[in-house]
């Protein structure tokens, strides 16, 4: 049976008729068909995923006008139709922008900057537009006001999917309570079924926004989010492309519309890290792969039959027997004062001592005459090159290769070079031919020369051989001729250069990460770690890490992870993210948390949190739900959390230590009386006082208060095996008399008196002041745990 694409051609037509069929297809209408790409692929995860594109806009706006982030959501319940409105204090949108940032996919102010945002693309909150319409069939409603505007500016509008352009119902002027800000209100089939999912979007965003006061309010409940500080994120700057980040295509791009006219320039105004030296640096590694370097050959020693002068002699022996031996002769001192020369290096020898000759006797030595000597001179040297090469292989090469092995491989290798030749080769050239003469002598010499011997030799000869003085092409030239381009990026990514600038970058920083977590989780330790920047793919990123322990958070399942991306939480696909693959491979038994089978997240009741901020966050798909397993960023990942869980580790030991201690201390406390008691009634003597014998047996720190007449005497014996650093103070009803370096201060008819007293292992000291008989005080002793603290007052 014929198909239907064997006859295409045979009838005239069908193939104008199939291109009749084609046409462009705009990105709002691949959308439309493919929404699930974008995180509204149902209800419940299309009202989160519109919550979160209007919140991210909304901080973002804010951020960049240094404004400290007011932001509102509220969500309204309508049958099957859910409401959606946000609301912030931003720098509002001007009235000629607001159609094309809701209602054009693609349109935005970041994609092409190198610098950290939470959206780039410009599809997020125009996505959340056309999800809308296309589940509601209403426009977005759209209220903005710019700072110092009489009024605020009113839109209703759609995303016309054929075109990728707004589609404008309603515009007027209209009145707000806000001085500035932008308002959106979206109407969108959708349900609640992901509430949890919402609250852990508004919370965990309030954890790494501590800068951010959020609100949210939905049909059942509502939530306040304070911020925790007024200092906004550092001010980022936009960075040009590195060097190690750029792939081919970008490079001829680059080329293309660059205004240098030399590769040095264009290296040090296209790219960042790139100075004169490093530029340098590039430019040699590129002439390396565009032109090869020239192999270098040692001179002919004395001993050896070869002669230099008299092969130059014979190639000039024109023009008149004394100037042709001085020019023979100055020559051959040059060459003999070299170790290794290549035939470049020969070229400039002839060319200066011809041009001195010339001065000095006013002979001519035109450009044939030189070359002849040249040409000469070059056939000498390079006419026997077994012995050095035979020098070459046994340096690169293992003692355990016997001499008649290291003379055939020499022997064979020096055949490839045939004699005369200038010897210009690439490194894959030298390898290649390495590699045949190596061949060669283990199919006839039953020898083994294996790939570390062969690499060695290759290294060998290419350290030696010497870089040409060619001129490197100009950029112009390169960016027409694909290889050339292929061999600068191949330059750039082997040259060393430093990694990207970070002011591109605003971390969180660790600080603020703990008090992102204080704010939002009554727990009884805290810890964050911020690494240092490093590179993937030329972007740079930082990775910072918190952990929050004990409490209130729940116990008995599996911690909390909460993953972020440029200040941005990631809610769903958490098993498809790197952040969540690497805190599985941590041993966290070593941490002191519960993990069953030794590995997957640990149990107890702790929070393990991961922020990554980059140029660049590689995600595993367009909604950007999940981080990519990139091994640079998984490194630094385990990294950061590993510092903050060696924090926790010396937590939770200092605290079994102390439950051990206070356990040790009731037994104690339970015994002493009853033998105390005992003795004093076989003794009849006084009964003891245990306190202080309790003290000394846990080794702890005791505070003894005593009165007499007036007369108050603290003292502080540490029977500690370290110093005692303590802030011990007295709240008294009567205003007292201190003695010595007492600190007193009145407040509400109480004096507090304090003292900052540093007591020495097995020390002891003694604190005084006055008070009248009929005050009563108070004590309390900072500085030191409870555990390791006996009062007797």
Same mark, same amino acid.
């Given at each position: 049976?014929?198909?239907?694409?064997s006859?295409?051609g045979?009838?005239?037509g069908i193939?104008?008729?199939?291109?009749?069929?084609q046409r462009?297809?705009?990105?709002?209408?691949?959308?439309?068909?493919?929404k699930?790409m974008?995180g509204f692929d149902?209800?419940?995860r299309?009202?989160v995923?519109?919550?979160?594109?209007?919140v991210?806009?909304s901080?973002?706006?804010?951020?960049?006008?240094?404004?400290l982030?007011?932001i509102?959501v509220?969500?309204?319940?309508n049958?099957?139709?859910?409401?959606?409105?946000?609301?912030?204090?931003?720098?509002?949108?001007t009235k000629?922008q607001?159609?094309?940032?809701?209602?054009?996919?693609?349109?935005g102010?970041?994609f092409?900057?190198?610098?950290?945002n939470?959206?780039?693309q410009?599809?997020?909150?125009?996505?959340?537009v056309?999800?809308?319409q296309?589940t509601?069939?209403?426009?977005?409603?759209?209220t903005?006001?710019?700072?110092?505007g009489d009024?605020?500016?009113?839109f209703?509008?759609?995303?016309?999917?054929e075109?990728?352009?707004?589609?404008i119902s309603?515009e007027e002027?209209?009145?707000?309570?806000?001085?500035?800000?932008?308002?959106i209100e979206?109407?969108?089939?959708?349900n609640m079924r992901?509430?949890?999912?919402?609250?852990d979007?508004?919370?965990h965003t309030?954890v790494?926004?501590?800068?951010?006061?959020l609100?949210?309010?939905?049909p059942?409940?509502e939530?306040?989010?304070?911020?925790a500080t007024?200092q906004?994120p550092a001010e980022t700057?936009?960075?040009r492309?590195?060097?190690?980040?750029v792939?081919?295509?970008?490079?001829?791009?680059?080329?293309?519309a660059?205004d240098?006219y030399?590769?040095?320039?264009?290296?040090q105004?296209?790219?960042?890290?790139v100075g004169q030296?490093?530029?340098?640096?590039?430019?040699?590694?590129?002439?390396?792969?565009?032109y090869?370097?020239?192999?270098t050959?040692?001179p002919p020693q004395?001993?050896e039959e070869?002669?230099i002068?008299?092969?130059?002699?014979?190639?000039?022996a024109?023009?008149?027997?004394?100037?042709?031996a001085?020019?023979?002769?100055?020559?051959?001192?040059?060459?003999?004062d070299?170790?290794r020369?290549a035939h470049?290096e020969?070229?400039?020898?002839?060319e200066?001592?011809a041009d001195?000759?010339?001065t000095?006797?006013g002979?001519t030595?035109g450009?044939?005459?030189?070359?002849?000597?040249?040409?000469?001179?070059?056939?000498a040297i390079t006419n026997?090159?077994?012995?050095?090469?035979?020098?070459?292989?046994d340096d690169?090469?293992t003692?355990r290769?016997d001499d008649?092995?290291?003379?055939?491989?020499?022997e064979?290798l020096?055949?490839?070079?045939?004699?005369?030749?200038?010897h210009? $080769?690439i490194?894959d050239?030298?390898r290649? $031919?390495v590699d045949?003469?190596?061949?060669?002598?283990?199919?006839?010499d039953?020898?083994?020369?294996?790939d570390?011997?062969?690499?060695?030799?290759?290294?060998q $000869?290419?350290e030696?051989?010497s870089r040409?003085?060619?001129?490197p092409?100009q950029?112009?030239?390169v960016?027409?001729d694909?290889d050339a381009?292929?061999?600068?990026?191949e330059?750039?990514?082997?040259?060393?250069i430093i990694?990207?600038?970070t002011?591109?970058?605003?971390?969180?920083?660790?600080?603020l990460?703990e008090?992102g977590l204080?704010?939002?989780?009554?727990?009884?330790?805290?810890?964050?770690s911020?690494?240092?920047?490093s590179?993937?793919g030329?972007?740079p990123?930082?990775?910072?890490?918190g952990?929050?322990?004990g409490?209130d958070?729940e116990d008995?399942g599996?911690?909390?992870v909460?993953r972020?991306?440029?200040?941005?939480?990631?809610?769903?696909q958490?098993?498809?993210?790197?952040?969540t693959?690497v805190?599985k491979?941590?041993g966290?038994?070593?941490?002191?948390?519960?993990?069953?089978?030794?590995?997957?997240l640990?149990?107890?009741?702790a929070?393990?949190?991961?922020h990554?901020?980059?140029?660049?966050?590689?995600?595993?798909s367009?909604?950007?739900?999940?981080?990519?397993?990139?091994p640079?960023i998984?490194?630094?990942?385990e990294l950061a959390?590993r510092?903050?869980?060696?924090?926790?580790?010396?937590?939770l030991?200092?605290r079994?230590?102390?439950?051990?201690?206070?356990q040790?201390q009731?037994?104690?406390?339970t015994?002493?009386p009853?033998?105390?008691e005992?003795?004093?009634s076989?003794t009849g003597n006084?009964?003891?006082?245990?306190?202080?014998?309790l003290a000394r047996i846990m080794?702890?720190?005791?505070?003894?208060?005593?009165?007499?007449?007036?007369?108050?005497?603290?003292?502080v014996e540490?029977n500690a095996?370290?110093n005692?650093d303590?802030?011990i103070?007295e709240?008294?009803?009567?205003?007292?008399?201190?003695?010595?370096?007492?600190?007193?201060?009145?407040?509400d008819?109480?004096w507090?008196?304090?003292?900052?007293p540093t007591?020495?292992?097995?020390?002891?000291?003694?604190?005084?002041?006055?008070l009248a008989?009929?005050?009563?005080?108070?004590?309390s002793?900072?500085?030191?745990?409870d555990?390791k603290?006996?009062?007797?007052?």
């Amino acid at each position: 049976m014929t198909s239907y694409q064997s006859q295409l051609g045979e009838d005239e037509g069908i193939a104008e008729e199939l291109a009749e069929s084609q046409r462009s297809i705009s990105i709002a209408e691949f959308f439309e068909k493919n929404k699930h790409m974008l995180g509204f692929d149902s209800g419940a995860r299309g009202l989160v995923t519109a919550v979160k594109e209007g919140v991210d806009n909304s901080l973002d706006a804010c951020e960049e006008a240094g404004i400290l982030p007011d932001i509102y959501v509220e969500i309204q319940e309508n049958r099957d139709y859910y409401t959606l409105v946000i609301e912030d204090n931003g720098p509002g949108i001007t009235k000629e922008q607001v159609p094309k940032v809701f209602g054009k996919l693609l349109y935005g102010s970041r994609f092409h900057k190198r610098e950290q945002n939470r959206g780039q693309q410009g599809i997020g909150i125009s996505a959340a537009v056309l999800y809308s319409q296309l589940t509601s069939g209403k426009p977005a409603k759209i209220t903005s006001r710019t700072e110092g505007g009489d009024q605020a500016q009113y839109f209703e509008l759609i995303v016309d999917t054929e075109t990728n352009e707004p589609e404008i119902s309603k515009e007027e002027p209209t009145s707000w309570d806000r001085p500035h800000g932008t308002r959106i209100e979206l109407e969108m089939e959708a349900n609640m079924r992901a509430r949890q999912q919402l609250h852990d979007y508004i919370k965990h965003t309030a954890v790494v926004n501590p800068h951010a006061r959020l609100e949210l309010r939905e049909p059942q409940e509502e939530f306040k989010f304070e911020r925790a500080t007024d200092q906004l994120p550092a001010e980022t700057e936009e960075i040009r492309p590195h060097p190690h980040g750029v792939e081919l295509g970008t490079v001829i791009k680059m080329a293309e519309a660059t205004d240098s006219y030399s590769l040095s320039g264009f290296m040090q105004e296209e790219f960042t890290r790139v100075g004169q030296k490093t530029a340098d640096s590039v430019i040699d590694a590129f002439k390396d792969r565009h032109y090869g370097r020239e192999l270098t050959w040692r001179p002919p020693q004395a001993h050896e039959e070869v002669d230099i002068e008299a092969a130059i002699t014979d190639a000039v022996a024109n023009k008149g027997s004394e100037v042709t031996a001085e020019f023979a002769s100055r020559v051959l001192d040059v060459i003999e004062d070299q170790d290794r020369i290549a035939h470049h290096e020969l070229t400039a020898i002839v060319e200066e001592t011809a041009d001195a000759i010339q001065t000095e006797h006013g002979t001519t030595f035109g450009a044939t005459v030189r070359e002849k000597a040249r040409d000469a001179a070059w056939d000498a040297i390079t006419n026997e090159r077994e012995s050095d090469l035979y020098t070459l292989v046994d340096d690169a090469t293992t003692t355990r290769k016997d001499d008649a092995v290291v003379q055939a491989m020499a022997e064979r290798l020096a055949a490839k070079f045939e004699p005369g030749d200038r010897h210009r $080769l690439i490194e894959d050239e030298v390898r290649r $031919l390495v590699d045949r003469a190596a061949d060669m002598t283990e199919d006839r010499d039953d020898a083994t020369f294996g790939d570390t011997a062969r690499e060695n030799i290759t290294d060998q $000869l290419w350290e030696t051989a010497s870089r040409v003085p060619d001129d490197p092409p100009q950029i112009s030239d390169v960016a027409t001729d694909r290889d050339a381009a292929s061999e600068l990026l191949e330059a750039m990514r082997e040259t060393d250069i430093i990694s990207p600038p970070t002011d591109c970058l605003a971390p969180i920083t660790d600080e603020l990460v703990e008090a992102g977590l204080r704010k939002e989780y009554n727990a009884d330790f805290y810890a964050a770690s911020t690494r240092d920047a490093s590179v993937h793919g030329g972007d740079p990123f930082i990775v910072e890490a918190g952990i929050a322990y004990g409490g209130d958070l729940e116990d008995g399942g599996k911690a909390d992870v909460m993953r972020f991306a440029n200040r941005v939480p990631l809610v769903y696909q958490r098993g498809a993210c790197a952040t969540t693959d690497v805190l599985k491979d941590i041993g966290w038994r070593n941490y002191g948390l519960d993990q069953p089978g030794g590995s997957g997240l640990p149990n107890g009741p702790a929070v393990i949190m991961v922020h990554i901020a980059s140029t660049n966050v590689p995600f595993t798909s367009e909604s950007k739900d999940a981080v990519a397993n990139v091994p640079e960023i998984e490194h630094e990942i385990e990294l950061a959390v590993r510092e903050a869980a060696r924090e926790l580790k010396s937590f939770l030991k200092k605290r079994r230590s102390m439950q051990q201690r206070r356990q040790k201390q009731d037994k104690l406390a339970t015994i002493l009386p009853e033998m105390a008691e005992k003795l004093t009634s076989v003794t009849g003597n006084q009964e003891l006082e245990i306190d202080g014998t309790l003290a000394r047996i846990m080794n702890d720190v005791l505070v003894e208060r005593t009165q007499n007449d007036g007369a108050v005497e603290l003292t502080v014996e540490n029977n500690a095996d370290t110093n005692a650093d303590l802030e011990i103070t007295e709240i008294v009803t009567a205003e007292p008399n201190p003695n010595g370096d007492a600190q007193v201060i009145e407040m509400d008819g109480e004096w507090f008196i304090k003292w900052n007293p540093t007591v020495d292992s097995g020390d002891e000291q003694t604190l005084t002041y006055e008070l009248a008989e009929s005050a009563d005080p108070e004590i309390s002793i900072d500085g030191i745990e409870d555990e390791k603290l006996t009062i007797d007052a």
